[in-house]
């Protein structure tokens, strides 16, 4: 006899392994504002999506750190909420200069950079 799990079983594992919704900024929604940026939430999320132009999702960051190590112009600082959870977050995402080392290094595929050029625009608008 197969293994069949239930579907409840199965949804979790596949919320588990989600790498940050590349979508977010159609897709969800605008909750608050922490530090000077913004965070975002879904039906799903539990800690959201911090930052719009570099968006970290902190529900999948694990606060390895790598992408502070890595960014050039210090866009991401060490944070620690009130269970002492570390997380990376994106308080100078102004600065973001579009290298996508963050994006690269993160194991988690926890970070989206949402490029500044015209390319993502133009991106955006041949697939609407
Ligand atoms: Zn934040």
Same mark, same amino acid.
């Given at each position: 006899?197969?293994?069949?799990?239930?579907?409840?079983?199965?949804?979790e594992i596949v919320m588990l392994k989600m790498?940050?919704?590349r979508n977010f900024q159609k897709t969800w929604k605008k909750s608050g504002q922490h530090r000077d940026h913004a965070i975002w939430q879904s039906e799903t999320s539990q800690l959201g999506i911090h930052g719009t132009r570099v968006a970290v999702d902190f529900d999948e960051c694990t606060g390895c750190l790598k992408c502070i190590t890595v960014c050039p112009e210090d866009v991401f600082e060490q944070w620690e909420d009130e269970s002492g959870q570390i997380k990376a977050d994106p308080v100078r995402e102004?600065? +973001?200069?579009?290298?996508?080392? *963050?994006?690269?290094? +993160?194991?988690?595929d926890a970070? *989206?950079?949402?490029?500044?050029?015209?390319?993502?625009?133009t991106l955006s608008a041949l697939l609407d």
């Open positions: 006899m197969p293994l069949i799990l239930p579907d409840v079983f199965q949804q790498p940050i919704d102004t600065a +973001c200069l579009d290298c996508l080392a *963050c994006e690269l290094v +993160c194991p988690e970070i *989206c950079i949402i490029q500044a050029s015209t390319k993502s625009d």
